[in-house]
């Protein structure tokens, strides 16, 4: 019904951009993990609004309160986890103007055809950016289950207004590099490879602002030390699942697995990984344009996308809209603080939606 | 459990390349249509091998038994429809070779990592594209339930092997120009709207077949006449039903929406649809870059993706892969009966997808 | 997997005995009903331990915050609905002994061969009757949606220590008398149609106190004013999802529905109800038996179940069990302060089941 | 949606009484297991209409054929597993009357009222009594899974016509004496006990059917060798698995398990169920009035549940009902060959539902 999916890990999102509070319920969660609340601190406040140029300059703790799922030493206890994010920096502002004319890019008038004016406006409600929150809450508990398994993720900006970073060299079937890549991304500020990247894209993202407006980007994704036979066939394969949950996240219009779209121009021969085997004896892809999975099911080899994320839509440039109370058109310049490019701040997110999918996986598969 | 999928419109697709049958199970849809079973018929020769040129040699009749769910008068009755394909054209060959030498770029080798030697290997088993004919026949079925209430859908290749046709104009807002492209597509027996593509399209699997290869394509499609507020909130909007139907059909590497990972690369004032009033006074995006939805929800515009299809992995030319019995490299050429290219055999494979999700979100929505 | 449920309607249960809170989310509530908090309270205060006679002495307020889900003017507003109950009351006691003798009748036990010791054992942790108090806030939400919709719910204690109430007259088609008895009811503090049936009830279960032991009780609940045709074919129908629902209320170990058990020894004749033409000339069942559904379908008339409470598992008195860590029997005397009678406090909570379930029914059936 | 179930273990069952097929796809067997399908023959058989004095004279082969989830060597192969039975028997007559005159005690009118006109009413169409047949070869074969790790399920007629069987002995803890009474019934082909109450049943079957009516019953069903730990807590504990099945079986009305309704009238002293120690030193419950489970988690002793089974409501004798063209009150007696007690051909359909919810905890646990 929307707000919650998985199947083995089920997770419940709520709340909305300025309810009193916003959180998540996560089923099915292996008992017995001692969670680390400063690890899960530390991943939320890269999804948090900082100040930082690139980002509005609101200040959000996103302090996650867990208040059931854990048993009195710190582990989970089989129980639901159930996690609160209160929403303290709300504004109180007056709305009517976004119930009468709303945003293009936004799902304003949508939410309206849905719900007929009982939807809440305030800040985008249920659809604001800010419920992806209580979805880092949840994946940064399954990032550390995965942790303890032996599964490491990391997400870079792989493009921002056109500018490229190094790209993870994740369908090449070289493990040393892509973990020394993974190992820079752990301690880098802004999520980009190379500084060099990170330079332009901040001047890129300062640049639209400058002129009102916004601008986008692509996250590459990548999980490595998955076991091979995970996934279920068809519908619920690694691909699909992850697919469900980053199609849910707000902003995100394409998605693509190793190769992606690129596979679409290979011959075969050349898209297809050959088999090997390596210095364990161990059966291997070669390389890896199937991002780690075929038919849904895992290799092995490091499961990784790209999904594209678009420019902010709260731009301040006016734009033309409709005055629905008025039947008339009209335009409109969203004021208020926004990011003027979303996308650093949804790479923690990609994470969250690899690390939930993935899990999920690994629960259903009973292996776990 | 990975075999079936949807919420208020409930498919389970089963089947193996070479079982004895191969079928579905829906449930959930609106008693009271009269399935028109010669249309189904047409939509499922649509994917059908057929033996052109740019085919398989191999044909099937995929003659779709319905054998419940409907009422003496042919109608749906309410209980679950229940499809039937008998596998007439199977090989009873050889698959232990398959068994001990996995395919590079098929699920041979995650099947085992999954089923530790039960699976059933023979043309693929239940990842074969083959299961791609239940799904049809699910979709054929839902295509005729929303054209029922005025909903079209139409597909088309959008590229193969770097080739392009005339892409839709489904993002413009210019209704008529699209409704003439659709009109186009129901009458051309290749599925693109230049002939002159088609020609270079079949020039180029040609090709690839002499030299023992295989070329990828990408699919656009489109549905027109849905209503604005369909789908859910956040992991059950349009895209993520979509999404989540699309990763599971074989091959299917890459998904966008609307601009899709253009967006990336525009601004904000660029990407966002504005609104406008049309002749009658509704209110209207005056483009269609967000394909049809923001949020997940639907805004009346046309509802478009488009998918890219990796190359056949199944190809006559040499390739490198592991004796799981002896525990040795090996080598390995795909005997038998394959599409060089499976992108022309996947759009209306496409079309059932897009079916299925919009149908399934317009049932939850309970306005139907 | 096991604290939510539902397919239209989700709602999702969270929380320990002794966590932080306890809560839950509901998914799937039509949008735009207020939300009446002081009838929610008033609810919730029938379920809540109030330190009457023939209740625990333990005190909760058991005050639902509804952290997400309304508009600024307290009507839903399409998102999930999340409830918080803060634990106020809790005991911060030593639990070793509980990890270590498992109490008859409860699920410590079956809790440690679940979650391997990492369980919350404090007052049955997830197993607790507690856990009611969300299922009711839920439920609440649930019955005024229905009241909104002319749909009427009330139950009562059928018996309690073997002494019997007067039953509720919803097998025999006498719509007039029933009313009559639901608003008797819904004025009595505690909940039985006869006060003299109180008064012996009352003094069973004080006798029982007395004892160091504790009684059981049979709940029955009816609804008013639902439409025919709701639920779905066979595992959806009215009585599966009533059924899912009340079997996980901790102590129900029985449930039947209509003449239930007492149908098995009736003759065909007797058992059919017969159709007749009311006033207005609507066809209608002649007496009820069926308890308001056939084939799981609702016929218009009554729904009617009756469901079994076990006695308390916890007892003053000593009984038998094992000491985990030494590996030798042991006996036990459960401490504190508990119902000597779990049944008068759980009957708002067959209320809660049948709301919910039969929401949801009229959710799938896509007709509210 | 109605006509499937289960969350690891899904099960969709389709079909009309008198459609070309009915059948069900399962979805989530484990792999590897060699399928018995003499085995299954034999199980289909016990609920097959037979043609003894006490059944309908019309006879069904119910012949199952598995067309896809089996590897050539007969295992089953990870894909789901469908099973079609072809309806050779049917009856091509006349049933404009039943939707005329709809049938007491049958779902004629709320089909009608759920599909407007569009139902089959053929015999029931989807809700017929029938069906239990494709829900028994999915039973069926849950059972072999079951009996491949040590779990043994048997069911018998607890009562007919007020008449009782010997009870099972599953509440006592006696394990030898539940073994034999097991292996008694393996060998009975009427599903009693005791050799006297077949004799006396049987006659109460008769004398209701010459006298042109019906009689109920009640079935007791356990399943033994069940290890600790299974079942998910709340709402998908086992009673609830098996709660949801069981009333989606025709003509079932009530449920207990373990002590169920006269646990309302036991003292908690007397309803706990004490733990001791075995012979080998393992911590078990000294009796079973629990019914295998506390909180919806097996304890590992024997799961027991009583259901009740409504008279047949086809009867020969006249019954008042209503036309629906004419809008008269009519009088109707329904012809054909029914079963003057349907509950003996209920009993597989016991062990099936209880195979079925058994297998799906399990499954649903990761530990099998």
């Given at each position: 019904m929307g707000s919650s999916f998985g199947t083995a890990l089920r997770v419940s999102v709520f709340g909305q951009s300025h309810s009193a509070a916003i959180g998540c319920v996560v089923e099915g969660l292996p008992s017995g993990l001692a969670v680390d609340q400063d690890a899960l601190a530390r991943f939320m406040a890269r999804r948090a609004p900082g100040g930082a140029s690139w980002s509005t300059p609101r200040k959000e703790a996103d302090a996650v309160r867990i208040v059931s799922g854990l048993n009195p030493v710190g582990q989970t206890c089989g129980a639901p986890l159930a996690c609160l994010i209160e929403n303290?920096?709300?504004?109180?502002?007056?709305?009517?103007?976004?119930?009468?004319?709303?945003?293009?890019?936004?799902?304003?008038?949508?939410?309206?055809?849905?719900?007929?004016?009982?939807?809440?406006?305030?800040?985008?409600?249920?659809?604001?950016?800010?419920l992806t929150a209580p979805l880092c809450a949840a994946?940064?508990?399954?990032?550390?289950?995965?942790?303890?398994?032996?599964?490491?993720?990391?997400?870079?900006?792989?493009?921002?207004?056109?500018?490229?970073?190094?790209?993870?060299?994740?369908?090449?079937?070289?493990?040393?590099?892509?973990?020394?890549?993974?190992?820079?991304?752990?301690?880098?500020?802004?999520?980009?490879?190379?500084?060099?990247?990170?330079?332009?894209?901040?001047?890129a993202i300062e640049e639209?602002?400058?002129?009102?407006?916004?601008?986008?980007?692509?996250?590459?994704?990548?999980?490595?030390?998955?076991?091979?036979?995970?996934?279920?066939?068809?519908?619920?394969?690694?691909?699909?699942?992850i697919a469900r949950i980053a199609f849910g996240v707000p902003a995100v219009k394409g998605l693509e697995f190793g190769a992606g779209f690129a596979a679409a121009r290979l011959r075969g021969s050349q898209n297809n990984d050959p088999y090997g085997l390596d210095e364990a004896g161990n059966v291997v892809p070669l390389k890896n344009d199937a991002?780690?999975?075929?038919?849904?099911?895992?290799?092995?080899?490091?499961?990784?996308?790209?999904?594209?994320?678009?420019?902010?839509?709260?731009?301040?440039?006016e734009q033309r809209s409709v005055d629905l109370v008025a039947g008339t058109e009209a335009t409109l310049a969203v004021r208020g603080r926004h990011d003027p490019c979303i996308a650093p701040r949804a790479v923690p997110v990609a994470e969250a939606v690899m690390a939930l999918a993935l899990l999920d996986c690994w629960l259903m598969s009973g292996t776990l």
């Open positions: 303290t920096n709300t504004r109180s502002g007056d709305y009517d103007e976004l119930r009468r004319i709303p945003r293009p890019g936004h799902a304003d008038l949508t939410a309206q055809a849905k719900w007929h004016g009982a939807q809440d406006v305030a800040g985008g409600g249920h659809f604001s950016g800010r994946g940064g508990i399954a990032l550390q289950v995965l942790a303890s398994h032996g599964v490491r993720v990391a997400a870079h900006l792989d493009e921002v207004a056109g500018i490229e970073d190094l790209h993870l060299c994740a369908r090449k079937g070289n493990a040393d590099q892509l973990t020394a890549q993974m190992d820079i991304l752990a301690d880098r500020p802004f999520p980009t490879i190379c500084p060099d990247a990170e330079e332009r894209m901040v001047a639209a602002r400058a002129e009102g407006d916004s601008v986008g980007g692509v996250i590459e994704c990548v999980a490595t030390g998955l076991p091979a036979g995970l996934g279920e066939p068809l519908f619920d394969g690694i691909e699909s699942a991002g780690g999975n075929l038919g849904g099911i895992s290799t092995g080899a490091p499961v990784v996308f790209r999904m594209a994320v678009k420019p902010t839509p709260s731009i301040a440039r």
